[in-house]
């Protein structure tokens, strides 16, 4: 497994966000992670990649352990992400913002950026190719020397996946990335988590989308109230009476299980 969480526990002051998960991640595999809203599914995204520390529990990176590390230690062992809303520099330029990725692996100090010496020239030009790089494997169609935020949305969500991929990362964390893609973009989006799962990076994501969800991952883990409820395929996942009743509640009529029912088997999702 490359991410195992174990008695995951979260409290912001009297309120407990996470509630001893456990869940894992293997390699090269795609996880969604659904659930209602304030099932804690980005708190756990939080914990893993060193946003919050976690009041207790266990979470290890390729065996390693990282509960309570900070973000840079977390992502120099491997780990990337993207967030709910975008964090990109606005003001930077698209490649630039990608080039920002690659600062964990590139070998120069700050005499060498001082003094411009042969290194740190060499080491630039590595970090634009790496740019580049990405940029043309997610797919990016627009100007790559403007501004980051002069960009689509779609496209700065590219930009964005770019960037994390330069990191060089094992495990990549995606935070509803299909949020506010029209339904040409998510269909590119879902062709570009596989094509990275094909590079031997596992994924794990959020996402409200049931379409994409149930097409794209191999399995799917489900969360309620900060503690893990269901963790199987999408056809296992999508007919387990708990999760029907962590999104209607106990008292839901059939017609409202019924439509539930179609919304996670991914038939009733919109794409506008």
């Known amino acids: 497994m490359i991410l195992e969480v174990k008695d995951l526990q979260l409290d912001f002051g009297g309120v407990r966000a996470v509630d001893g998960l456990g869940f894992s991640v293997g390699e090269s595999e795609i996880v969604s992670v659904i659930g209602p809203n304030g099932a804690g599914k980005t708190s756990a995204f939080n914990c893993a990649s060193g946003f919050y520390k976690p009041t207790a529990g266990s979470i290890r990176l390729a065996g390693e352990q990282v509960a309570g590390l900070r973000p840079s230690a977390i992502a120099a062992r491997g780990l990337a992400r993207t967030f709910q809303n975008l964090r990109l520099f606005g003001d930077l330029s698209v490649l630039d913002n990608v080039r920002a990725g690659t600062h964990l692996w590139l070998r120069q100090s700050a005499l060498d950026a001082l003094l411009h010496t042969p290194r740190y020239r060499r080491s630039e030009r590595e970090s634009s190719d790496e740019a580049h790089k990405w940029l043309d494997f997610v797919g990016l169609r627009g100007d790559r020397a403007g501004l980051a935020r002069h960009l689509p949305y779609g496209e700065q969500r590219r930009v964005e996946i770019a960037r994390a991929l330069a990191r060089r990362p094992k495990l ?78 106990r008292d839901a009529a059939d017609a409202e299980i019924h439509a539930a029912r179609t919304e996670l088997a991914g038939e009733g999702a919109q794409h506008a």
Do not use: C, Q, W
């Open 172 to 249: 990549l964390l995606l935070d509803e990335p299909a949020a506010g893609l029209n339904r040409g973009e998510k269909t590119e989006l879902l062709a570009l988590i596989r094509r990275i799962r094909d590079l031997g990076v596992a994924i794990a994501l959020i996402e409200h989308d049931m379409s994409l969800v149930m097409e794209v991952s191999e399995r799917v883990i489900v969360l309620n109230f900060g503690k893990e409820i269901a963790d199987g395929t999408p056809e296992d996942v999508r007919r387990d009476p708990a999760v029907i009743e962590a999104y209607l509640g």
